[in-house]
């Protein structure tokens, strides 16, 4: 009877290793739900990334307020009934601009 129940043993061990160990054991399926978890996280941030880009694009498109901010902050435009004044703070010398 022993040596029935050291071979059934050893079957039953056999029989659980690849459930435990192998290519799709429990731990690669653990493993793939844990990166399926934070694949998702990034998706998300990625989806409101898009959907302030989106609605960015939308208001470019829309009208010139947007457009005209944009210009103004980005690359200093000044319309010709303006007058510009340019602030400097103190501590912060004003760097030289290079000449084409």
């Known amino acids: 009877m022993k040596p029935l129940a050291w071979t059934l043993g050893v079957l039953i061990l056999l029989l659980q290793y690849p459930l435990w160990f192998a290519k799709g054991s429990w731990l690669r399926v ?3 739900e844990r990166d399926i978890r934070a694949q998702r996280v990034a998706n998300q ?8 880009l989106g609605a960015e694009a939308r208001d ?12 103004r902050f980005e690359i200093g435009m000044v319309r010709s009934n303006e007058v510009f004044f340019h602030v400097i703070e103190p ?4 760097r030289p601009e290079k000449k084409p």
């Open 60 to 71: 470019l498109h829309s009208g010139y307020d947007a457009l005209e901010e944009r210009a």
């Open 30 to 32: 653990w493993e793939l």
């Open 45 to 52: 941030a990625l989806e409101a990334r898009n959907q302030q």
């Open 91 to 94: 501590g912060n010398p004003p």
